[in-house]
């Protein structure tokens, strides 16, 4: 485990890593692997983009792997993958602006990384690297599992309840939280801190986190992603 536990998406220590970039293709893990499940409602995600179930081949291949690390009759389910650049713009400006009119008082920069607890400011966000998912569990006949908040729950509405290693929830959704972690972690993601739902693999903050000298992936537009379709 690294020792950055508790980073925002805000701290310049991101940005600050450089990005190799790759033509690693993107799958769709709609069809991908029948024992992980994939929310296709896009009920509970801002992102309408038809390539939101999209990530690299190397982010499907190791939740394949992190399934065997899940007691039997759970599985994955996730609710988003890729999210396009400029939805994520579009949510961090609008969480920014909320928080504004909340806290008028608040300096730009504390505002920023306020948000950051929310969503990515665009120069770091992991989902339209396609290196990111939320994903949280579900039995085999379709019931979700108590991870202590609903998912996309707010830090704030929830005091912090939604931060992966909070205490402020029943015994049994931290026991499901750590389910969760291991198998996602045993893989090779990491979690940012505030949503215990957020994991990545090969974007900046998976580098900082594991202390890599550059990130694996890059951002890409849904146009860049269609040639990048395996």
């Avoid at 600050?16 to 069809?31: C, M, Q, S, Y």
């Amino acid at each position: 485990m690294s020792k950055h536990t508790e980073i925002l998406m805000s701290d310049p220590k991101i940005a600050a890593i450089p990005v190799k970039g790759t033509h690693e293709p993107f799958v769709n893990l709609v069809d991908y692997d029948p024992d992980i499940f994939i929310d296709k409602s896009q009920s509970q995600i801002a992102s309408n983009s038809p390539f939101f179930s999209y990530v690299r081949r190397s982010v499907a291949e190791k939740l394949v792997a992190a399934k065997a690390y899940l007691p039997k009759g759970v599985h994955f389910y996730v609710k988003e993958g890729y999210r396009p650049a400029e939805v994520q713009v579009q949510a961090f400006n609008e969480t920014y602006q909320e928080l504004k009119k909340s806290f008028s008082n608040m300096s730009q920069e504390n505002l920023i990384a306020m948000a950051s607890k929310y969503v990515a400011p665009i120069e770091v966000a992991p989902h339209p690297t396609g290196g990111a998912l939320d994903v949280t569990l579900i039995t085999s006949d379709g019931k979700e599992l108590d991870l202590g908040t609903p998912f996309n729950a707010s830090p704030n509405d929830t005091e912090n309840a939604t931060y992966l290693q909070a205490i402020n929830i029943s015994n049994k959704a931290r026991e499901n939280r750590k389910i969760l972690s291991y198998s996602l972690q045993a893989a090779g993601f990491v979690n940012y801190f505030t949503e215990w739902w957020h994991w990545s693999f090969g974007d900046r903050y998976w580098a900082l986190m594991k202390n890599e000298s550059s990130s694996i992936y890059q951002p890409v537009s849904e146009q860049e992603l269609k040639k990048l379709v395996e």
